[in-house]
Structures are given as structure tokens and as C-alpha cells.
């Protein structure tokens, strides 16, 4: 973890966007998994939440992107993550915060370029013909057995 890191700092998602402290949540609870008695005590089990739809610095547009693409993620319009692979919470917390920002990442990329159509060459076609002639062929062979 380096020095812009912080677990209750600002989350950076995209150049443009960074998402305040402000408006995440932070709740905390007992993990399962690795930590011997220590994870019967400890809350090392982190869930972030954030609302999307209030987000500040989003135009529509990536509003709607954020909505239609994460729709089956949200909750009421909050997207929530959770972290639980670490023994520590700090390093449970960036694991949260990583992974929220991952997801608010690809969630507002721009969609792909549409695939320009091309006709097929004339060398597959030719492949794709003979192929068929060969296929009937073996066919063919066959029933002269019967």
C-alpha cells in the first residue's frame, strides 16, 4: 500500500472521476476463512457501498451507462463490494476499495467500435466448398456400402 492509498481517503476510478470519501460506506464484520482464533474476534470482513446515482461528476450518459450495466449489481441504486481474502481489515479495505473501483471502471467505458462487416475472401470460400464436396463424398461412400 504507498502513501495515495489511503482506505478513508478519495477513490480514484477514471482521470475524470473521483469518487469522495464522503459518499462511501463502510461496514465491518467477523470473516470467515484463515485467521485461527483471532478471526473470531477480529472484524476483518469489510463491505463497501457507494450509491452510483449520486455520484458526483457524472454526466447522464454515463449515469444511464452505470445503471443499465450494473443493474443486476445494485440494490435500491447502491452498489455494494465486499472483501474478506485478507487477515487484516486495512488490507481487506483496499482490497474493497480496489475492487469497487474495477467495477465503476468497467461499468463506464465506452462501449465497444461496432465490427465492420466483410465478405469473406475468395480463398475461404473456395476452402469452404470443397470442404462441403469432400463431406458429401465420405457420404456418398457410405451408402454405396449398405
Known amino acids: 500500500m504507498t502513501a495515495g492509498d489511503d482506505p478513508a481517503g478519495d477513490l480514484p476510478v477514471t482521470g ?3 469518487v469522495p470519501a464522503a459518499v462511501l460506506r463502510w ?3 467477523r470473516s470467515s476463512g484463515p485467521g485461527g482464533q483471532g478471526v473470531n474476534t477480529a472484524d476483518s470482513r469489510v463491505e463497501l457501498s457507494v450509491d452510483v446515482l449520486e455520484l458526483p461528476g457524472l454526466g447522464d450518459a454515463q449515469r444511464r451507462r452505470l445503471t443499465e450495466r450494473l443493474a443486476n449489481r445494485l440494490v435500491d441504486g447502491v452498489l455494494t463490494v465486499v472483501a474478506s481474502e485478507h487477515r487484516q481489515q486495512l488490507r481487506n479495505r483496499q482490497a474493497a476499495r480496489d475492487r469497487l473501483a474495477a467495477v465503476l471502471r468497467a461499468a463506464l467505458a465506452p462501449p465497444p467500435a461496432a ?8 480463398g475461404s470460400q473456395e476452402r469452404r466448398i470443397q470442404a462441403k464436396k469432400q463431406r458429401g463424398q465420405l457420404k456418398r461412400q457410405r451408402r454405396d456400402y449398405d
Open 27 to 29: 461496514r465491518f464484520s
Open 16 to 18: 475524470s472521476l473521483v
Open 115 to 122: 465490427r465492420r462487416r466483410t465478405k469473406p475472401t475468395r
